[in-house]
């Protein structure tokens, strides 16, 4: 298992570094960049707005030699300073070079427009993309894994057809859509004013006690993470049944039945262990999905200040330390959590071995 693991630890390097030149290659193909941005502002502006980034407007003078369309009117020299101050001053290669050199020691430079490190600028957004990923992931375990087996159990009676009506329901409706129901509903859209409509906390959230502290973070979440949890559920649901009914039918329980056991006991001493193999160990997996990907939409309809708000936020403005700093976090934490799903299955099952694979 640890030449395994060894091996799946070395691939991330590759595995990064082809995403990361991809992805690079497709931003430079996109419009609309920082550089851009700043001479339409200061287009707009007027002509003391030169003066701010330390140039002289000269309206007069031709910038024809520049490769920017919002150039006319303004003065090279100003366009070149602007160019290095974003570092576009340099060729896209040299661009790519410095920026996998500092990614290799987690540096992941400054960004363009909030005045931060991209390092603190996640490590501040981090906690609520968390806090909407552990809460979500707990609450939809705990619903469908007990659900999953009460349907198999029960296969094919009332119980199991009304809870597949349900289950069909939540399956077809997006996240974002119900969470705008939500909104209509409970948020003061149409009819009540129930829960807040955004934020994880009150502003007046320091004055409290620690109890309505935690009251209060519960009531913003209820929102949010129901949105989620009626999306995640209906797949994980249907999981635990069909892995339960599958195993129930072979020639092990049978035998345990003719042992004298209970059925009690042999769903839950024979039966459980084999049939949460592939649910217990989807749950790094899991987590993963609602955490940087489920979540992103719902950070933005309810103004959660998480990682998918700000990367949302990043990409519109084209704050390219902002988006490939997250990008890298998100998929260098995606192959771990993949090594680590796959060492999940072997605890679960000893049986599994990765190794003998290779």
Do not use: C
Not at 71 to 91: H, N, R, T, V
Not at 116 to 128: G, Q, Y
């Amino acid at each position: 298992m640890f030449n395994y693991i060894l091996r799946r630890l070395l691939l991330i390097v590759p595995t990064l570094f082809g995403i990361m030149a991809l992805n690079f290659l497709i931003i430079q193909a996109a419009p609309g960049g920082p550089v851009e941005q700043m001479i339409a502002k200061l287009e707009g502006m007027g002509g003391g707005a030169s003066d701010r980034v330390g140039g002289s407007a000269r309206a007069e003078i031709s910038t024809s030699g520049s490769s920017y369309r919002g150039k006319q009117g303004l003065d090279p020299e100003m366009i070149a300073k602007i160019e290095k101050m974003y570092g576009f001053d340099k060729s896209a290669w040299q661009r790519f070079k410095e920026m996998t050199i500092d990614y290799a020691s987690f540096n992941f430079g400054e960004s363009f427009f909030r005045s931060k490190s991209v390092t603190d600028l996640i490590a501040e957004k981090m906690p609520v993309s968390i806090s909407i990923g552990l809460w979500t992931t707990l609450i939809t375990y705990l619903i469908s894994i007990p659900m999953g087996i009460k349907k198999a159990v029960r296969h094919g009676e009332p119980f199991d057809i009304w809870t597949s009506s349900v289950i069909i329901i939540g399956y077809a409706i997006p996240s974002f859509l119900f969470a705008m129901l939500l909104i209509v509903l409970f948020a003061g859209g149409s009819y009540w004013t129930w829960f807040p409509l955004r934020g994880l906390v009150s502003p007046n959230f320091d004055e409290l006690s620690l109890f309505d502290k935690a009251l209060d973070y519960a009531w913003h979440l209820v929102l949010p993470v129901t949105s989620l949890v009626i999306g995640g559920f209906a797949t994980l649901t249907m999981l635990t049944k069909n892995s339960f009914l599958d195993e129930i039918g072979k020639q092990y329980v049978i035998t345990a039945k003719a042992k004298g056991l209970t059925e009690r006991q042999v769903l839950y001493r024979h039966v459980f262990r084999n049939a949460m193999l592939i649910v217990i160990s989807g749950f790094p997996t899991a987590l993963l999905g609602i955490l940087f990907t489920e979540a992103f939409l719902i950070e933005i309809i309810f103004s959660l200040d998480g990682l998918g708000l700000l990367g949302f936020e990043s990409v519109l403005t084209r704050d390219y330390p902002v988006v490939f700093g997250t990008l890298f976090i998100f998929t260098l934490v995606t192959l771990i959590m993949n090594i680590v799903s796959d060492v999940v299955y072997t605890l679960v099952d000893p049986r599994i071995d990765f190794e003998a694979r290779h």
